[in-house]
C-alpha cells in the first residue's frame, strides 16, 4: 500500500514539474497568454485601454477570434476595431508581463497593470514591473523583445 502512495505521489510531483515547460510550449506557440478558459488577456478589453485609458471587463457576447484563441470585448464597437486592426490594439508580448520577459521568464501580464507606450500596449505581472518600466522603456521593451524571439 506504502509502494502505490509512493508512487502516486510521484507521479503528481512529475506532472507538477512539467507544468511551467507546459507555460512555455503555450506561450511558443500560441504567443498568447490567456486564463484558464484559454480567453486572452484574462478576458479584459484592449480596445479600452484606448479609449477610457482604464483596464475594463470583455463581455462574452463580443468576441473577437485571433491568433487561435477567443478576444473578449466589452463593446461591438470596440469588438470591431480590434478585429479590423487586432496588430494595433493586442498587448506586446503576447499579453505576457514585459518586465518579466526582459528577464528572460514568461509570466502572465497582469491587465490591471499596464503601460502605453509609443502605441503599444504593454502588460506586467505586478506594479512594481510598471515602475521599472517608467524608468527605462526602450531597454526593457529591447531586452523582452530579445527574449519573446527566442520563443519561436
Request: proline share 4%; hydrophobic share 45%; net charge positive.
Given at each position: 500500500?506504502?509502494?502505490?502512495?509512493?508512487?502516486?505521489?510521484?507521479?503528481?510531483?512529475?506532472?507538477?514539474?512539467?507544468?511551467?515547460?507546459?507555460?512555455?510550449?503555450?506561450?511558443?506557440?500560441?504567443?498568447?497568454?490567456?486564463?484558464?478558459?484559454?480567453?486572452?488577456?484574462?478576458?479584459?478589453?484592449?480596445?479600452?485601454?484606448?479609449t477610457?485609458?482604464?483596464?475594463?471587463?470583455?463581455?462574452?457576447?463580443?468576441?473577437?477570434?485571433?491568433?487561435?484563441v477567443?478576444?473578449?470585448?466589452?463593446?461591438?464597437?470596440?469588438?470591431?476595431?480590434?478585429?479590423?486592426?487586432?496588430e494595433?490594439f493586442?498587448?506586446?508580448?503576447?499579453?505576457?508581463?514585459?518586465?518579466?520577459?526582459?528577464?528572460?521568464k514568461?509570466?502572465?501580464?497582469?491587465?490591471?497593470?499596464?503601460?502605453?507606450?509609443?502605441?503599444?500596449?504593454?502588460?506586467?505581472?505586478?506594479?512594481?514591473?510598471?515602475?521599472y518600466?517608467?524608468?527605462?522603456?526602450?531597454?526593457?521593451?529591447?531586452?523582452?523583445?530579445?527574449?519573446?524571439?527566442?520563443?519561436?
Amino acid at each position: 500500500m506504502s509502494y502505490l502512495s509512493r508512487r502516486a505521489l510521484l507521479g503528481n510531483l512529475a506532472a507538477l514539474a512539467a507544468l511551467p515547460f507546459a507555460k512555455i510550449a503555450n506561450a511558443a506557440n500560441n504567443r498568447v497568454a490567456t486564463n484558464r478558459r484559454g480567453i486572452a488577456m484574462q478576458g479584459y478589453d484592449t480596445h479600452a485601454y484606448w479609449t477610457i485609458a482604464d483596464a475594463r471587463e470583455g463581455n462574452a457576447d463580443y468576441v473577437v477570434e485571433w491568433r487561435g484563441v477567443p478576444w473578449h470585448f466589452a463593446s461591438a464597437e470596440d469588438a470591431e476595431t480590434f478585429a479590423a486592426s487586432p496588430e494595433a490594439f493586442e498587448p506586446q508580448f503576447g499579453g505576457f508581463c514585459t518586465r518579466a520577459m526582459s528577464l528572460r521568464k514568461v509570466v502572465d501580464g497582469d491587465p490591471n497593470v499596464w503601460r502605453l507606450h509609443k502605441g503599444k500596449l504593454y502588460l506586467f505581472a505586478r506594479p512594481v514591473g510598471g515602475t521599472y518600466f517608467d524608468k527605462g522603456q526602450d531597454a526593457m521593451i529591447a531586452k523582452a523583445q530579445l527574449h519573446w524571439d527566442t520563443l519561436g
